[in-house]
């Protein structure tokens, strides 16, 4: 086909830099065009050459800004060679990857402006945020702790390098600059921090709403991590999902090697295995924006094509962008393991020769400032386009409407035991049927109904390609269900927009963590810079658990994730312990009335006694204890337990205490957190008041901390409750199972009422004989018969 190519045509087609456009993309773009002009997205073929004209100049100035971010202290936009004192004595930056981003992100940009479009974005490499601090400054499209502090002013650009890793702190212990190694709350339009690798390949595809678009920059590396990521096709849906767009950025190269898709035969090998999982693969230039912004707004009409098909079937075919390029391309040390870091051979603030490079590096990377207002102008086009800047995306102002909590079937005084998953299972169908526009995401690595969640399952149902006769899936499950705790727990994570739900085995729960963590700690960092997260907190509920999981070995015994999260900021990373259906009932609807939580719930699925009422249930939840036994001004003995089976083995000892004459204080704690010593000020406003533990914990009291936890890091974290060695003991978890019932793990790791008595009697100075028989002694002295002590005779 013959055509004349237009003056803005051949400007766009000679590149800029070491930006330049192979013929595949030319012909991709000149397609592009004709088709934008067709739709009325752009009113001629020359609007779309403007403004690539404009990213290739974009692009090659934000690279030029982020190897000064890496080597430099400031920045001249004169473009002057840098003297040895303008470089940092000790440079940082993940410097390869960042340049490989640069082209990425502006290709972004460039397909939001051409189709009038700001789509979310999600960057899986958070440590390649040099490239968007980069570019956003550029722009002016930053956040608000950045304004006034980084713009593409000389003194702009040069705080900009200076604050990079420069390790400054306040006097409060925080970072002084808002700027990071990754991207953090501080990052205009960031979401996630990126830094645990692989937990943004499981979660983009639940991101975005329908109606929304999500552009997902992935990376080679991270592909390594695990399997989840092929399963995008698997849970996509038109019906309840936004599009995603799945680009990798394939360098080929990780830290110290090749990334293995480089040693498995490159981009063809990719290609091939994504389409065997269901993708749809394409490869492009990844070193010329233009080519990402063809890809996504191309990735974008396919998938449209296929929601608009009356009989389609899943899974569809999603279409995926593997943009290939050269570790650190654009500057010296591309494709060398030293592009990840520190690309340059020496440091330019003592090596000349070093510097020589840099400075002839940054020449060929360099745009006039002139120049580069022009194409800044020219993509400047939201409030002509009435959108808003990639910073305030969808994704980055997710704020649900408050869900409707249905009042709990409250459990009466004197009903006979329950089981507490089945009241959580029957208060959560309630919760989504309540609440039809927040849409659902239950995580679920395996045995839903077995852990008493029966309900759930039977409304939401497993999410399938396929439906089988007479199993409770669905081609529209909400029930995200795979042998792949990451890839499960990212389903609900990732759903801000809706209600959430993740349910596994206490024991599995651990490899869920890394993920729990990264969203507790962008959370936590948002509400410390005043910065409050919006979505609908997010509720683990972990059960078959530590003490109850007796047909299987102790692999299935471990109550570390409790632990793990009550390590984070206990005002984002919540851990309760219901003891009754009442309790977690009450717990499950007060998490799912806060915002920017993740919340674990360790809650037993065999029936238990009932313990708690109502109001005394609520009220429970709501201050984190509760007396269960005893008068606080009267007691002699207070007996803290955390846990169901716990505070069971509590009240019987209390029991046979009083029997003694011992005037004894159960009190349980429903949620730990809240009576750890404060960390810092938004910790204080969550924990209890000084006023709250002398009523639930008297001074001077000895005690005997019971708890579902090793005893521990629980008995470190109750430093408030603490009265020392002679005042205080713990039992615990003490890493001793197997295929054992509950009262062979009690047992086990000495929590039964005897050993709580035993330890007792050390603090109250009474004696053991009086209190124990001898063949109760001798069981716990380990010479007698475990089954002598259950049941108690009081």
């Not at 408030?720 to 060695?725: F, I, M, Q, T, V």
Request: contains cysteine; proline residues 7%; glycine residues 10%.
């Amino acid at each position: 086909m013959s055509y004349d190519p237009s003056p803005e045509f051949l400007r766009w087609t000679k590149g800029y830099g070491p930006i330049q456009h192979a013929p595949e993309t030319v012909e991709r773009v000149r397609d592009l065009a004709a088709r934008l002009v067709s739709t009325g997205c752009i009113a001629e073929p020359d609007a779309c050459y403007r403004l690539l004209a404009a990213a290739d100049r974009l692009t090659s100035a934000a690279m030029w800004a982020v190897v000064h971010m890496t080597y430099a202290r400031r920045m001249d936009p004169s473009g002057a060679p840098l003297p040895p004192e303008a470089f940092k004595h000790a440079p940082e930056g993940h410097t390869g990857g960042s340049l490989n981003m640069v082209p990425a992100f502006v290709g972004y940009l460039v397909a939001n402006a051409l189709t009038a479009t700001t789509r979310s974005w999600l960057m899986g490499q958070g440590h390649c945020v040099a490239a968007v601090e980069a570019i956003n400054a550029l722009t002016g499209d930053v956040s608000p702790t950045q304004k006034g502090r980084y713009d593409r002013s000389a003194d702009g650009l040069s705080r900009l390098a200076a604050d990079f890793y420069s390790y400054a702190i306040d006097a409060t212990g925080h970072a002084a600059a808002p700027l990071g190694s990754h991207a953090g709350p501080h990052t205009a339009g960031a979401i996630s921090e990126g830094g645990y690798l692989g937990f943004a390949e499981v979660q983009y595809v639940h991101m975005p709403l329908p109606g929304e678009r999500l552009t997902a920059f992935l990376s080679d590396g991270a592909f390594e991590e695990q399997r989840g990521s092929d399963w995008t096709p698997r849970w996509w849906r038109a019906e309840d999902s936004g599009i995603a767009v799945p680009v990798m950025i394939l360098n080929g190269r990780r830290i110290e090697e090749r990334a293995q898709i480089a040693q498995q035969g490159g981009s063809d090998w990719l290609a091939a295995h994504l389409r065997h999982n269901g993708f749809d693969p394409y490869a492009i230039d990844g070193r010329d924006p233009a080519a990402f912004a063809w890809a996504i707004i191309e990735a974008e009409e396919k998938l449209g094509d296929f929601s608009a098909k009356p009989n389609r079937h899943y899974p569809a075919p999603i279409p995926y962008v593997i943009a290939e390029t050269i570790k650190g391309f654009g500057f010296p040390g591309a494709g060398t393991n030293a592009a990840h870091n520190l690309p340059l051979g020496g440091n330019p603030s003592s090596d000349e020769a070093a510097r020589r490079t840099f400075n002839d590096a940054a020449r060929s990377l360099f745009v006039p400032s002139d120049e580069l207002d022009r194409a800044i102008d020219a993509l400047a086009v939201h409030g002509e386009q009435n959108r808003p800047l990639e910073s305030r995306h969808p994704l980055a102002l997710r704020h649900p409407s408050p869900p409707r909590l249905p009042e709990p079937d409250w459990t009466k005084a004197g009903s006979p035991p329950d089981c507490a998953m089945h009241a959580l299972d029957r208060w959560f169908v309630r919760l989504v049927d309540d609440n039809p526009e927040l849409r659902p995401r239950v995580g679920n690595p395996d045995e839903l109904r077995s852990n008493h969640m029966g309900a759930t399952l039977d409304r939401l149902r497993h999410r399938v390609n396929v439906s089988e006769p007479g199993v409770s899936d669905a081609v529209d499950g909400a029930v995200i269900t795979a042998l792949n705790e990451e890839a499960v727990a990212g389903a609900a994570l990732a759903n801000k927009g809706g209600l959430n739900l993740i349910v596994s085995y206490e024991a599995f729960a651990m490899k869920m963590l890394g993920g729990l963590r990264q969203e507790i700690v962008f959370a936590r960092r948002q509400r410390e810079i005043g910065r409050q997260p919006g979505w609908i907190s997010v509720p683990l509920v972990v059960t078959s658990h530590t003490w109850e999981n007796s047909k299987n070995e102790q692999s299935h015994q471990d109550p570390t994730i409790g632990e793990a999260l009550l390590g984070e900021m206990s005002d984002t990373a919540r851990v309760l312990f219901p003891v009754d259906v009442n309790t977690a009932m009450a717990a499950l609807r007060s998490v799912y009335g806060g915002r920017g939580q993740v919340a674990c719930l360790i809650v037993s699925k065999r029936d238990m006694p009932h313990r708690l009422d109502a109001e005394a249930a609520t009220r429970f939840v709501e201050n984190g204890a509760a007396h269960f036994h005893g008068v606080p001004d009267a007691a002699d003995l207070q007996i803290v337990a955390i846990g169901a089976y716990q505070l069971e083995e509590a009240l019987k000892a209390a029991r046979r205490l009083g029997r003694h004459g011992h005037r004894v204080l159960v009190t349980g704690i429903c949620e730990p957190g809240r009576f750890r010593l404060p960390r810092d000020p938004i910790e204080t406003a969550f924990a209890a008041s000084d006023e709250i533990m002398a009523a639930l914990f008297p001074a001077d009291l000895p005690r005997v901390i019971v708890t579902h936890t090793r005893p521990e890091p629980m008995l470190g974290l109750l430093r408030r409750l603490d009265g020392g060695p002679k005042r205080t003991a713990a039992l615990g978890y003490i890493s001793r199972g197997g295929t054992l019932d509950v009262s062979g793990m009690l047992f086990a790791n000495r929590c039964t009422w005897a050993h709580v008595i035993d330890a007792a009697t050390s603090l109250g100075g009474w004696s053991r004989d009086d209190l124990l028989s001898s063949a109760e002694r001798a069981a716990i002295d380990g010479r007698g018969d475990p089954a002598d002590l259950l049941p108690p005779t009081n």
